[in-house]
């Protein structure tokens, strides 16, 4: 069973910076995919950032210029740098990983953003 730990939400004021961290209990380099999802009160969960094993990222539109995803796969942790951050930003943010053997989900991390 993979653990992914999840640090670095909090509260920011609009305009500011916060770094999210996934850290798996897993060696990440055969991970096929990984990607920041969010999920605000009374909406459904939606994919934020992706990355693949080769490196290629996607981002939701409303992010794209403002978030960056990355990986560490000496530290086996995926990060999401977040810049510029609204209040329609806020969320809880969960990190999933998907291994060709299973597909994994971290406990999630609160990211409030006030105007």
């Known amino acids: 069973q993979v653990q992914l730990v999840e640090s670095g939400g909090g509260l920011v004021q609009a305009g500011g910076s916060l770094r999210l961290s996934c850290a798996a209990s897993?060696?990440?380099?055969?991970?096929?995919?990984m990607g920041w999802y969010r999920q605000a009160p009374g909406k459904q969960r939606e994919l934020v950032a992706g990355?693949?094993?080769?490196?290629?990222?996607n981002y939701l539109d409303s992010v794209k210029g403002r978030f960056t995803i990355s990986r560490d796969n000496a530290k086996n942790t995926l990060y999401l740098q977040m810049n510029s951050l609204k209040p329609e930003d806020t969320a809880v943010y969960y990190c999933?990983?998907?291994?060709?053997?299973?597909?994994?989900w971290g406990q999630g991390t609160q990211v409030t953003v006030s105007s």
């Open positions: 990355i693949t094993s080769d490196t290629s990222t």
């Open positions: 897993a060696r990440i380099f055969s991970v096929n995919a």
């Open positions: 999933n990983m998907q291994w060709f053997w299973g597909n994994y």
